[in-house]
């Protein structure tokens, strides 16, 4: 085995008998193209960048390192994303596309396991089951692994030199079809952990339904009077706020259980950014306290300021209050970018700059603005907003462009005008960095709204004492007391 403490071996590199492992980070052409190698793994495929650095693919690079043996053999492996523009999607088409079968105890039919014929009764995921394509015979979990154990291997097409393997979590021994059909329940409120769930458990690409944009008159056509200015629903308010050469613009959101949202304010504040009281005013608005119809007062948690604009009057500004729910953000572009990543004080200022990926979040809420059902993840906005924020809202669309040969998906602008997209994203952020359980918390704000009803009540009920003054004690004469 390779040991740490032996001079040939490294972090990246371990030697040991017989070869030795080099590690590379897709990223890094120097790391990529050091070597000669005959075997090459490449991992998560899906999630290299475009491009190391400025010299082309990730897996070109590494692929031309393998020319000077006659038996090299390239490896990738990966959990899909997006369909049109997974790598492993592409190399699997270009493969003899080889599926698993397996064969039913009952009518013997030969079969993949999918997850359309995985079936529960109502209400009940723990009682799954799968069932058979040929003749509906029911399989409990040792039926499928038995079903397993004896497979094999067929290719869809006839071998031209590339073999491709496709498994999705069905063939997992460890994972019960009662807890996937679980996770499948919670996955599929909301259109994020629907795609988690497509992607890693059943091991297929993300449809996008044709594109990202979504219609503004469609938003505009549902807008809905509130009863309250609160909503009932809300149990926390976030923030994002969009700095102008003229105006800051600030979206106040209310987030309730299961990620179903509502935009509470959409405001416009006016004055040079360059001045003060333009600043005085966002704080005003910002420090206000919400009074939920249940009684309780809630404080705008957590806002999100972009520096793309006057960015060191918002350093100024945040770098006082950044313990007091205030984030400097930066929006990152490419794919797979976290939606919040890890804060850095690269800066002047020396305030915390948190990183937002403009892809993630952006089709987060598209995905989001197209549920059309009020429930997990619906977005709900106020009866007097006007066209002109749904056309903001509604902005962008995602287009691919080829960049080399492959595919590349970024949002482009459709008009000028997309602060409401921004000032929504840019809140979606701030809800990010509280990184809170919002159902949990919706909990206790029942609970806490409950003890706050109860104590209004016993206010109410109990009768009115009225309070006896204490008796007036008669001053003693020390010295002439004695007589008494």
């Known amino acids: 085995p390779a040991r740490a403490r032996d001079s040939g071996n490294t972090t990246r590199q371990k030697s040991f008998a017989g070869g030795s492992l080099n590690i590379a980070g897709s990223n890094s052409p120097s790391s990529l193209a050091s070597r000669s190698v005959r075997l090459v793994f490449a991992d998560e ?290 794919e797979g970018k976290p939606l919040l990543g890890r804060p850095s004080k690269n800066n002047i200022a020396k305030v915390r700059l948190w990183p937002v990926g403009s892809n993630t979040v952006k089709e987060l809420l598209m995905a989001r603005l197209r549920i059309t059902e009020k429930g997990p993840g619906y977005c709900h906005f106020p009866d007097h907003y006007e066209q002109e924020y749904f056309k903001q809202l509604t902005a962008e669309k995602m287009v691919t462009r080829y960049h080399k040969g492959f595919p590349r998906r970024e949002f482009v602008k459709t008009r000028t005008r997309n602060e409401a997209l921004d000032c929504r994203c840019y809140a979606m952020a701030a809800f990010a960095a509280l990184n809170a359980n919002i159902n949990r918390v919706a909990d206790r704000f029942a609970l806490r709204a409950t003890a706050l009803a109860d104590e209004k009540v016993e206010e109410k009920t109990q009768p009115h004492r009225q309070l006896r003054r204490p008796a007036k004690r008669q001053a003693t004469n020390f010295a002439t007391s004695w007589k008494n």
């Open 45 to 334: 495929v899906d999630r290299y960048p475009p491009s190391a650095g400025a010299e082309g693919d990730s897996i070109s690079l590494a692929a031309k390192r393998m020319a000077t043996f006659s038996n090299s053999k390239l490896i990738l492996t990966s959990t899909p994303t997006v369909e049109g523009a997974s790598r492993i999607e592409t190399a699997y088409k270009a493969s003899d596309q080889r599926k698993y079968f397996v064969q039913c105890h009952d009518c013997g039919e030969w079969q993949t396991l999918e997850w359309a014929n995985v079936s529960w009764p109502d209400g009940k995921p723990d009682e799954a089951v799968y069932v058979c394509s040929g003749c509906g015979s029911v399989w409990a979990d040792a039926d499928r692994l038995r079903a397993i154990r004896g497979g094999e291997w067929r290719a869809a097409t006839p071998f031209s030199g590339i073999a491709g393997f496709y498994l999705n979590g069905l063939y997992s021994p460890w994972t019960p079809l009662g807890s996937a059909a679980r996770e499948f329940v919670e996955a599929k409120k909301l259109p994020e952990t629907l795609r988690v769930f497509i992607n890693t458990y059943l091991g297929e690409t993300w449809s996008l339904d044709g594109g990202t944009q979504v219609d503004d008159l469609g938003l505009f056509d549902r807008r809905e009077p509130y009863e309250t200015p609160v909503p009932d629903g809300v149990v926390v308010v976030v923030a994002g706020v969009d700095v102008q050469d003229d105006r800051i613009e600030v979206e106040v959101l209310g987030i309730g259980r299961d990620e179903e949202n509502w935009s509470l304010s959409f405001n416009v504040l006016w004055g040079d950014p360059t001045g003060l009281k333009i600043w005085n005013d966002l704080y005003d608005l910002l420090t206000q306290k919400l009074l939920h119809p249940n009684g309780v007062e809630l404080p705008i948690k957590m806002t999100a300021i972009d520096t793309g604009h006057h960015t060191q009057q918002v350093y100024k500004y945040v770098k006082p209050r950044e313990g007091r729910g205030v984030m400097a953000i930066k929006g990152v572009g490419g």
